[in-house]
């Protein structure tokens, strides 16, 4: 690998390895739901395999490649890594919280699903590891805002990069966001699982959950929009439709992204409605900055079709790189998000979300969201980064081409299954779809479809796995590529109100103060009682 992107490149290569097992303990899931039979399956393996899934794919997967693709853009964009001995210190403290939290759930110590709920309670080393995760990311934040902050004295008069605008939002919002987290974590879960106290409070907890739970999807869609807007249009042989409104985005991602967690905790007593209201109104806010997304994206896939000769109303879609890795996983991942977005709009409306909630609904949602936006957009970018961070040539190229659409397609079947099961309201999380009597049959076909689609979505995983060893162990050295990144169309060389994004931080601050100051106060000041833990599995 290159020197200057070795940093990176570790980054990498962890995620890939924990999307690799995560990818295994997905599929054993969808054949446990449609009743298929193989060796040890069980109500334990089921349950076991449900939270390494989630843990690995949802947060280490994401976490580590977020890292690793802030250090290339603060490399390329900016020239420099400040820190970089505190940032191999970072990934290191992180690795070894990885493992630790990883070994706990699949020895079979802390079955606590994905969500860090209480009464369910995990080996102290699970809480111990997921806190050294984010204290490494921590770091890795500081790392970025220091190398921000030594380029911005070089250069008074220009607005950062965007890619920097657009990761220095993400570490923004990650902050926020993961204040709740080491709330709940430190100051509640890591003493009960220890036996300090005896007991916490499942409705408290919650609250500091959903306090991080929904920025997290910020946190993983921000550098995917950030690849979107600042790699794609090149790749596409075009030209970005507008700087100024990928700058604007990002900054209301910094302002919406963390008071909205009351959306999630609709059924949960404790709240009042108007607080509820208030969550939703920011959540149905937040949308908007995804939707500038979407429009500048495709207005920018546009130009670059025009460019190439495009004269029609659609011709221009015909235009597009769609045999490059890179674009075909972006491109799907953006269709995907289509549907992701609308069952995102159905689960924040109070009404409509009582009839999907804790369905099977959820967890197609979930995945046509991170399982395709998020995750299909990362698999692209890696095959986009390894000939420039390691200098090898990707190997296994047509595997490359095919696996994007292997894995949309497995997830089209995958998810509108589980979503169809959902509105017939098979549960979610459930060992087994027979479990429901004579509902049963309607289901069990459903998930069998949704099984089909996970053993698709595993042969994509593994396609992709393998492009990735093949070409870091045994791709041919080559002198690495150049970074080519997008130009708007129109230069916009001014410092705008969108760059001041220590403004919006601090108006965010106080958003997230005014949304959860008042209702955490409400709840500590009534009678409150406990719960000891249980671990079931």
Do not use: C
């Not at 005896?198 to 929904?214: C, E, N, Q, S, T």
């Not at 946190?219 to 790749?235: G, S």
């Not at 967890?363 to 698999?379: C, I, S």
């Amino acid at each position: 690998m290159t020197e200057r992107h070795a940093l990176a490149a570790a980054h990498v290569a962890v995620a890939v390895a924990a999307f690799a097992v995560a990818s295994l303990m997905g599929v054993l899931q969808a054949l446990s739901m449609a009743d298929f039979a193989f060796p040890e399956r069980s109500e334990s393996l089921y349950y076991l395999a449900l939270t390494a899934h989630g843990v690995l794919m949802a947060l280490v997967f994401t976490t580590f490649f977020i890292m690793g693709l802030g250090y290339v853009f603060a490399e390329e964009s900016l020239g420099r890594i400040v820190g970089r001995r505190a940032g191999w210190a970072a990934f290191w403290l992180a690795v070894i919280g990885a493992v630790t939290a990883a070994v706990t759930i699949l020895r079979g110590q802390s079955t606590v699903l994905y969500t860090f709920y209480p009464p369910l309670q995990a080996h102290p080393l699970f809480y111990i590891g997921a806190t050294l995760i984010v204290v490494g990311s921590w770091v890795w934040g500081g790392v970025i805002i220091a190398s921000v902050r030594t380029w911005r004295r070089e250069h008074t008069d220009e607005p950062l990069p965007l890619s920097i605008h657009g990761m220095l939002a993400t570490i923004i919002v990650w902050y926020l966001a993961t204040t709740g987290l080491a709330i709940e974590v430190v100051g509640m879960l890591i003493p009960w699982s220890l036996g300090f106290v005896d007991k916490v409070d499942p409705m408290l907890a919650r609250i500091y959950f959903w306090w991080f739970g929904h920025p997290l999807v910020y946190f993983w869609l921000m550098p995917a929009y950030v690849l979107w807007y600042y790699v794609l249009p090149p790749i596409a042989g075009g030209r970005l439709f507008s700087d100024r409104l990928a700058r604007m985005a990002f900054a209301l991602f910094v302002l919406l992204s963390t008071p909205v967690g009351f959306h999630h905790q609709f059924t949960d007593p404790g709240i009042s409605a108007g607080w509820k209201l208030a969550h939703t109104i920011t959540t149905y806010a937040v949308i908007y900055p995804s939707f500038v997304t979407a429009f500048t994206v495709v207005a920018s896939l546009e130009v670059a079709g025009r460019m190439k000769g495009a004269r029609g109303l659609f011709d221009w879609i015909g235009r597009l790189p769609w045999s490059d890795p890179f674009f075909a996983s972006v491109a799907l991942a953006m269709i995907g998000f289509i549907f992701g977005g609308f069952g995102g709009v159905i689960n924040a409306a109070y009404a409509m979300n009582a009839m999907v909630h804790n369905t099977a609904w959820i967890q197609g949602h979930f995945h046509v969201t991170l399982g395709t936006t998020v995750a299909l957009t990362f698999m692209g970018a890696t095959y986009w980064l390894l000939p420039r961070i390691l200098g090898r040539e990707l190997r296994l190229p047509r595997l490359a081409r095919v696996q994007p659409y292997l894995w949309f397609a497995g997830m089209a079947l995958f998810s509108t299954s589980y979503h169809l099961a959902g509105l017939r309201g098979l549960p979610r999380r459930v060992y087994s779809a027979s479990l429901a009597g004579n509902e049963g049959g309607a289901w069990h076909d459903l998930t069998v479809m949704a099984a089909v689609g996970g053993i698709v979505l595993f042969a994509s995983a593994l396609a992709y796995v393998a492009v990735v060893a093949a070409t870091w162990f045994g791709g041919r050295r080559i002198t690495p590529p150049r970074f080519e990144f997008a130009t708007p169309l129109r230069a916009e060389p001014n410092i705008s109100v969108w760059d001041r994004l220590g403004v919006w931080s601090a108006l965010a601050v106080v958003l997230v103060v005014v949304a959860y100051a008042y209702p955490l106060y409400v709840l500590l000041s009534h009678p409150r009682y406990g719960s000891p833990g249980f671990q079931p599995f």
